[in-house]
């Protein structure tokens, strides 16, 4: 199965942008279907968005408004644009498509 290489994660400040990657490890067909998840310390892995072809993409409450997915199928890339961001924000973001996965990007959000 394809594996996805994240990047672009760091410490930012409450309020802040950071904008996150996504990459295969092999060309894909198509970026649609591919969404970032997040697991903060204690909790369980949640999605957050995910893109398609046809229709809006999904937002998870807590990020709408904040956060914006977006695509270039050129490049097979997907981004994550993240603004305002909050302490709650704080997580390890992964990249998923199908059944791929990756590693995963530390996102920290802190004064």
């Known amino acids: 199965q394809v594996q996805f290489v994240e990047s672009g994660g760091g410490l930012v400040q409450p309020g802040g942008s950071l904008r996150l990657s996504c990459v295969p490890s092999?060309?894909?067909?198509?970026?649609?279907?591919r969404g970032w998840y997040r697991q903060a310390p204690g909790k369980e892995r949640e999605l957050v968005a995910r893109?398609?072809?046809?229709?809006?993409?999904y937002y998870a409450d807590s990020v709408k408004g904040r956060f914006t997915i977006s695509g270039d199928n050129a490049k097979n890339t997907v981004y994550l644009q993240m603004n305002s961001v909050k302490p709650e924000d704080t997580g390890v973001y992964y990249c998923?498509?199908?059944?791929?996965w990756g590693q995963g990007t530390q996102v920290t959000v802190s004064s």
């Open positions: 998923n498509q199908d059944e791929g």
């Open positions: 092999v060309r894909v067909f198509s970026i649609y279907g």
């Open positions: 893109i398609f072809r046809i229709g809006s993409p």
